[in-house]
């Protein structure tokens, strides 16, 4: 069906309007945006869609998300990621999950995603204990069934546990390090192998759903495994998405593995490039955010998981200044505890501001629209097809309802958007034409009869890893011990100091 929304306000995120509101109409044909702009007759056969009091925007991207946390969304609180790890991805004792469990994991992301305005997410999935087919397809499945446009990977590590995280071989126990032996690592060879076949099973399946190419960090994979999936991800035309430097441990990581930042490293290899996307990007130098911009590369940025595991403060103004590509990610469902991207650029627009004095430094609405749009369809190579209001892209667009506590009294729209809307005004979301949220409602699948059947299978799944939680405790004070270590070696990053010394001296 083709959609005519006459007399809306608008916020394109496009080349001629940027995110500076203002009004018209929109024809949307087929999955495609037809017109934006001056008023037009409803066109035979389409449905009239009374715009006033709404906002049309671009669809939300959440540029990073891991749907396999969403089983442990408030099940744990102030541990810093390495700790934090051993208990939502254990190390040992993980069992393989029934494909409909994975399903219903996925779903709940999909249907918080879509209510929240978010039409497109990056799905970085590490499947525990091996990512097999049935996991994937059911993944898949979730996205294909409830509307939204994703890209789901393959995350893949094949470095053995303890050489990926410093000293390990100084702290564990011999018994331990022995213990960790038995899990089993995918060769470059096993990877490709499934990820073709994933390739072929669901690319482009319904016009919307990609496979994503996701080696798990510099300091997780081999250098054959960084280049081999970087070389597929062009193959392919996806977006090559790593984790770097999200932590203290990592930033040791890089100096005692390579003798040179993370970041380096990839750039050393051939890796960093147009196509790359760094999650996190916290602990990087100036000369990373160099190499970074003059390469082209993408940051996913996640502020709420960024505090919820004490990891540290990106430097979204550098990466900015620098001409990074940056974007919005909620991260996974436990790291966060919601995959709300309207939380996630509040926090953003708000967390940057306590890291300098100089006011004229601080993030705008419009740089964060921009960021949760753009940016995000930029980071997942999908800028020509989504990201902004436009004829010829998608239409995949979010539509506030204007008339609610949290648009009224109006006042700047961006603002509005990024400080007082927490999803409660979403009123309908188009993912490639098609309504699927009406209302604020699902139109596609049953949300409560899925709710309830994921709260009717969680009950055994959370008394099983409640004995995996046990087994893996008994990693935690090694690692405690591995994280104070860390942070204390790389205490002398701490650039907010430097550059508002810099400031008040100037
Ligand atoms: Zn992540």
Redesign the pocket.
């Known amino acids: 069906m083709d959609f005519h929304i006459s007399n809306t306000n608008i916020i394109a995120v496009d080349a001629a309007h940027g995110t500076h509101p203002f009004k018209g109409d929109i024809l949307i044909k087929g999955s495609r945006i037809a017109h934006v702009g001056h008023p037009i007759p409803t066109p035979d056969g389409a449905l009239k869609i009374d715009g006033r009091n709404r906002l049309v925007m671009p669809g939300l991207v959440n540029a990073?998300v891991?749907s396999w946390e969403a089983l442990f969304k408030g099940r744990y609180d102030n541990l810093p990621l390495e700790i934090w790890m051993l208990y939502s991805y254990p190390i040992l004792g993980a069992k393989a999950l029934d494909p409909r469990l994975i399903y219903l994991r996925s779903m709940i992301v999909g249907l918080e995603s879509l209510k929240n305005g978010v039409t497109c997410l990056v799905d970085?999935i590490i499947e525990l204990p091996v990512q097999g087919m049935d996991a994937i397809d059911a993944v898949f499945d979730a996205y294909h069934d409830v509307g939204i446009r994703a890209n789901v990977s393959g995350h893949v590590i094949d470095r053995p546990f303890v050489d990926t995280i410093p000293y390990t071989h100084e702290y564990l126990p011999a018994g331990l390090i022995a213990e960790t032996a038995s899990i089993k690592l995918p060769t470059v060879e096993d990877y490709l192998h499934f990820a073709r076949a994933v390739v072929n099973k669901h690319e482009n399946r319904a016009d919307r759903l990609h496979y994503l190419v996701a080696p798990s960090g510099p300091q997780r994979c081999t250098k054959e495994m960084l280049k081999a999936t970087h070389d597929f991800a062009r193959e392919i035309k996806s977006a090559y998405h790593i984790?770097v430097l999200e932590t203290k441990v990592q930033e040791v990581s890089g100096r005692k593995f390579y003798g040179r930042t993370l970041v380096q490293y990839l750039d050393d290899l051939g890796v960093l490039t147009d196509i790359s996307t760094l999650?996190h990007s916290i602990w990087v130098t100036d000369d990373d955010i160099a190499r970074m911009a003059a390469r082209g590369s993408s940051v996913a940025h996640n502020p709420v998981s960024n505090q919820k595991l004490g990891a540290g403060i990106a430097p979204f103004r550098k990466l900015l200044d620098a001409g990074v590509n940056v974007a919005l990610g909620s991260?996974?469902i436990s790291s966060n505890d919601t995959s709300r991207m309207l939380d996630v650029m509040r926090v953003a627009g708000l967390l940057h501001k306590v890291t300098t004095p100089e006011y004229g430094k601080w993030p705008s609405a419009s740089e964060i629209i921009y960021a949760a749009t753009m940016g995000g369809a930029r980071s997942v190579q999908l800028d020509n097809e989504i990201g902004s209001v436009e004829i010829g892209k998608r239409a995949d667009l979010v539509l506030f309802d204007l008339d609610t506590i949290n648009f009224t009294p109006q006042n700047d729209l961006l603002n509005h958007v990024v400080y007082c809307e927490n999803g409660s005004s979403v009123d309908k979301v188009f993912v490639n034409g098609e309504v699927v949220v009406d209302g604020g409602v699902i139109t596609k699948v049953n949300e409560a009869a899925l709710l309830n059947e994921l709260r009717e299978r969680y009950a055994a799944f959370s008394e099983h890893h409640k004995g995996v939680e046990e087994l893996n405790r008994r990693f935690e004070p090694y690692f405690s011990q591995i994280h104070k270590r860390c942070c204390g070696e790389s205490s002398e990053l701490n650039r907010y100091s430097t550059s508002q010394d810099e400031w008040l001296l100037s």
């Open positions: 990073h891991h970085d984790h999650a991260d996974g």
